[in-house]
């Protein structure tokens, strides 16, 4: 099903690089996307409209090997500005490429294109998606493989396993509804479903195994919101690899993903082609505030060896060991790093001074500055060593070239949040019980896990350390989508002095910014030095013993003038709808009911209703 939808070729241009000492071919991927409205119906349930790529969606996804160079042609179709960002690669050099709005790029505008030039130096298992508002949650998100020509696990075939959680309203209605002053508890939009591997509702994906081969699957959690649990039926799974960095293989009863997490497994097929297997991603409903009757929040899908053989079922309870990425051994047996700066990083979600319910990191929810922090990294000579300039809202944090950093995550919030540096992988060095003390020095293991998303449970925290070897200005936040627009993001600033040196913004994305009207130089507020007048400040915490009541009213004085527009948000909202599932016949097999009826062989009254 993806690969009828690529229409994206690998290049022709064959780049001849030459090195010092040897000869390395290196080949230009490119890819054509151009970026627009199309509609989809992937669960059955609801045709709505959605971002794709080239007149169709789910975007294909993308394959490169490492020292290739991936382009990307992208066209920007939709009416708002758009932009990419490749999860997870390091960028070195190119941080104007990363994508995140505001911080590396102004965003292309409607009716432009924009040429991602991305050098890969990494392998394993990535995606791309939007980074701008909320766009990623409409569809425009895609695996991004980065084959190793030296892979170092043995297999015989690879699966992409994408797990998404699925709406079926707009992203920007449900943002107006997330960030509202009738929503002062922060609660999420719930998900309408799951989608694996691009389909839900009655459409299951399908994989084929053959008898006696090794599979690698890879698991990529796209989600807005949801976490997931993957398991297989009948079957054995190893991790080798979580978010491009290959591990020791490890034997694991199921998979824990929480969104913009990747795990490949290896999956050794069995020898008969007698019966055919069900394998599960069960949305973790703990972070829902609450479940909708029609949420059908268990998936399924089906391990093939035979058509119209017999669905085996599993005897007994699974195993919901949930395995600890902390234990996890990098193949490449890195060292821990120590660390020549630490920051510690205080995690709340609280009602703020526009009646707003925020993310905060050390109490000051992010806002963007008026100039791309990376535009400011790069033109304030010296002053771009101070992370004054950067301005009040974005919590710059500045690291030195070459310093280990370590980051000390503390979630004080009730729910669990996925984080994600830009730029880095970081080594997990410990997670215990929030607050963290800062006098106690944690002992690392000798080869710490690494990754570049994180899952920090509710009041716990988290010890992360990477070297400061790639100068840029790297976002960290909450992956969870609504929790970016609700504010919980900081920056790193990298290196200053040596981006000055090194980076060379290509002229397409200054015009871009000028076309905007959005400035490349300046601090935060687009002035120079610390003159800071005019650079957003605020939403504040309310003073310490505020009762409800007077937030309640001071929330009143503040959007008295809003209720008309409000009324309009509210009427939005409450008009949600329960969809009657509709059997649609694609190429993915309908499968019996019967087959997926209960959980491990247990028959569930409400089966009928789930799948
Ligand atoms: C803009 O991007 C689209 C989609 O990739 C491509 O078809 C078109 O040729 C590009 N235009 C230019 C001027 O590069
Ligand atoms: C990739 O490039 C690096 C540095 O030039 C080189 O050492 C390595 O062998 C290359 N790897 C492959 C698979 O071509
Ligand atoms: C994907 O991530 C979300 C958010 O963390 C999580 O709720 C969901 O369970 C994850 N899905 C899988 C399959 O792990
Ligand atoms: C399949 O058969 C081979 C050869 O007899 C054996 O080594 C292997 O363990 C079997 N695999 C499974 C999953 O039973
Ligand atoms: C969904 O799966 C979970 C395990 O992940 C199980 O505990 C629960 O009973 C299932 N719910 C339904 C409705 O099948
Ligand atoms: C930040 O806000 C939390 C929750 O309101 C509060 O407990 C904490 O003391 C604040 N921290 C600082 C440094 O003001
Ligand atoms: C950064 O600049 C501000 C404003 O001029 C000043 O108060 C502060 O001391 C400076 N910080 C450092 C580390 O130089
Ligand atoms: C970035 O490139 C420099 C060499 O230019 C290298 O020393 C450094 O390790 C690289 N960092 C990353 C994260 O790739
Ligand atoms: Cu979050």
Redesign the pocket.
């Known amino acids: 099903m993806l690969g009828s939808l690529s229409s994206s070729s690998f290049a022709a241009a064959v780049a001849i690089v030459l ?1 010092c000492c040897h000869l ?1 071919a290196a080949e230009d991927v490119k890819y054509y996307w151009d970026i627009g409205y199309v509609k989809a119906n992937p669960d059955g349930q609801m045709e709505r409209q959605v971002i794709g790529v080239n007149g169709a969606w789910p975007p294909p996804p993308l394959h490169v090997s ?2 290739d160079t991936l382009v990307i042609e992208a066209r920007n179709s939709l009416d708002t500005p758009t932009t990419l960002h490749a999860h997870g690669m390091y960028q070195n050099g190119t941080n104007y490429m990363d994508g995140p709005y505001m911080v590396t790029q102004c965003g292309i505008p409607p009716g432009q294109n924009m040429t991602y030039r991305i050098p890969i130096t990494q392998t394993g298992t990535y995606w791309i998606h939007a980074h701008y508002g909320a766009q990623y949650v409409d569809g425009i998100r895609a695996p991004l493989i980065l084959h ?3 892979e170092p696990h043995k297999y015989d075939d690879e699966f992409i396993v994408t797990l998404e959680d699925w709406y079926h309203d707009q992203a920007s209605g449900l943002l107006k509804e997330f960030l509202s002053w009738k929503n002062p508890g922060g609660a999420e939009p719930v998900p309408n479903g799951a989608l694996i591997g691009s389909v839900g509702g009655d459409k299951h994906k399908i994989i084929d195994f053959m008898p006696g081969k090794t599979y690698r699957l890879r698991l990529i959690n796209m989600s807005a919101l949801a976490m997931f649990h993957f398991s297989i039926e009948g079957h054995k799974m190893h991790v080798i690899e979580v978010d491009g960095v290959d591990t020791e293989p490890m034997e694991v009863g199921n998979v824990r993903l929480a969104a913009a997490q990747r795990t490949s497994v290896l999956v050794t097929a069995l020898n008969s082609t007698g019966s055919n297997y069900l394998f599960h991603a069960d949305m973790d409903t703990d972070m829902f505030d609450n479940i909708p009757e029609s949420l059908n929040y268990n998936s399924t899908g089906l391990i093939r060896y035979r058509k119209g053989a017999e669905v085996s079922r599993d005897k007994g309870e699974p195993d919901w060991s949930a395995f600890n990425d902390i234990d996890l051994v990098p193949l490449d047996g890195m060292e821990a790093l120590g660390f020549d700066v630490t920051y510690s990083l205080d995690v709340y979600f609280n009602q703020y001074t526009d009646a707003l319910n925020h993310g905060t990191f050390n109490n000051i929810t992010y806002v963007m500055p008026k100039v791309p922090t990376m535009f400011t990294a790069l033109s304030m000579g010296a002053d771009a060593l101070n992370a004054t300039v950067y301005g009040p809202q974005t919590n710059a944090h500045m690291v030195g070239h070459m310093q280990d950093v370590q980051l000390v995550v503390n979630n004080f919030d009730a729910g669990n949040h996925p984080f994600h540096l830009h730029g880095h992988h970081f080594q997990l060095i410990e997670r215990g019980p929030a607050p963290y003390d800062p006098t106690y020095n944690p002992r690392p293991k000798s080869a710490p896990a690494r990754r570049d998303t994180v899952t920090i449970p509710s009041m716990e925290y988290v010890v992360l350390r990477f070297r400061a070897d790639n100068p840029g200005t790297w976002l960290f936040h909450c992956h969870i989508e609504w929790h970016i627009e609700g504010g919980l993001n900081m920056v790193i600033i990298e290196a200053p002095d040596v981006m000055q040196k090194r980076i060379r913004v290509p002229q397409q994305i200054l015009d871009q910014c000028a076309a905007a009207g959005i400035p490349t130089t300046g601090n935060a507020a687009g002035r120079q030095g610390f003159d800071l007048r005019g650079a957003p400040e605020g939403p504040y915490p309310y003073p310490l013993g505020w009762t409800s009541k007077a937030k309640g009213a001071m929330a009143g004085c503040i959007l008295s003038a809003l209720v008309g527009f409000a009324s309009i948000i509210w009427y939005g909202w409450s008009s949600q709808q329960t969809y009657k599932p509709v059997a649609t016949a694609d190429d993915n097999e309908v499968l019996d009911a019967a087959e997926t009826q209960g959980r491990f062989g247990r028959m569930d009254p409400d089966s009928a209703a789930i799948n």
């Open positions: 090195g390395t490492l020292n190793n020509p030296k």
